[in-house]
């Protein structure tokens, strides 16, 4: 099955810098691939995601990037702000049902 | 919260005893999931609904059965709870139409002593 390797497990940076996490998959015929966003205690919130036939998108402060040749794509927040901090989860998937994640990122922003 | 809500929200048992979790959803959706979330590795699929009385398997469904004899709700049985199935166990619907996203429930945080 498909197996979802995720990079780096903590990152600290200062507000107002730019944090990249960054995935690997390993099944070529995944073809979904979400960001999730969890704060202490809450759900996990979708906040962006791609398909294999779009190499980049973006929203606001936030971009996905997916590489299909090398099998890995990467979350881009920039110009980042406290409220920012949280748990990050990449996933991969090949037929809408068997939803693989990440292992996430603990992203502190320090004011 | 794409109107999700779960049963009970925190559960104490002791190992030996049977545990149901109830998923609740009021949009109508076709597709629902049941998920763990342990530390270390992410999110884990545990059993999917495609439609009342229709499941099958995730990744890690040893332990657990379920049923759905009802478009809304999605019930997760653990049978026999052992400690290894202390979690916090998330349900999910997928979005309508031909929409991929998945949106979670606010979770059951169960132990099992």
């Known amino acids: 099955g498909e197996n979802v390797e995720q990079h780096p497990s903590t990152l600290s940076v200062q507000e107002g810098d730019s944090a990249v996490i960054k995935c690997t998959y390993s099944?070529?015929?995944?073809?979904?691939f979400p960001w999730y966003k969890q704060e202490l205690g809450k759900r996990p919130q979708l906040i962006i995601d791609i398909r294999s036939n779009v190499g980049e998108k973006k929203d606001q402060r936030i971009a996905v990037t997916l590489n299909k040749t090398a099998k890995h794509f990467s979350l881009h927040i920039t110009e980042t702000q406290p409220e920012d901090s949280a748990v990050y989860f990449c996933a991969a998937s090949n037929n809408n049902n068997d939803m693989r994640f990440g292992a996430g990122t603990r992203l502190t922003v320090k004011p | 919260d794409a109107g999700i809500t779960q049963s009970p929200r925190h559960k104490v048992t002791e190992t030996g005893t049977p545990v149901t979790l109830r998923c609740h959803q009021t949009e109508n959706h076709r597709y629902m999931y049941w998920y763990r979330q342990d530390p270390g590795h992410g999110l884990r699929l545990i059993h999917y609904s495609y439609g009342v009385k229709d499941t099958d398997k995730g990744e890690v469904s040893d332990g657990y059965s379920v049923s759905r004899s009802k478009t809304e709700d999605f019930l997760l049985t653990l049978e026999s709870a052992t400690s290894s199935q202390t979690s916090v166990y998330f349900c999910?619907?997928?979005?309508?139409?031909?929409?991929?996203?998945?949106?979670f429930g606010p979770g059951t945080r169960l132990t099992v002593t």
């Open positions: 099944d070529s015929a995944s073809n979904y």
């Open positions: 999910a619907i997928k979005g309508v139409g031909a929409s991929y996203e998945q949106y």
